[in-house]
């Protein structure tokens, strides 16, 4: 095994959670360091729609 990744089970896990909340409280009440990231994918919406919004932007 190569020492980064013997050093990688070394240390203590940092976590960037993209998702569910109930899965960064779970982390954060184990003590483990965590950071939440709050991210949903743009809605879909027609082509023109978009090149509307664009314009606007």
């Not at 095994?1 to 960037?16: A, C, G, Q, T, Y």
């Not at 998702?19 to 360091?33: M, P, T």
């Not at 949903?40 to 664009?54: A, G, N, T």
């Amino acid at each position: 095994m190569s020492d980064k990744v013997k050093k990688l089970f070394r240390e203590e896990p940092k976590i960037v959670n993209i998702g569910l909340e109930i899965f960064y409280s779970s982390l954060k009440d184990q003590g483990i360091e965590v950071v939440q990231v709050n991210w949903q994918p743009p809605p879909s919406i027609e082509k023109r729609l978009k090149e509307k919004l664009d314009k606007i932007l």
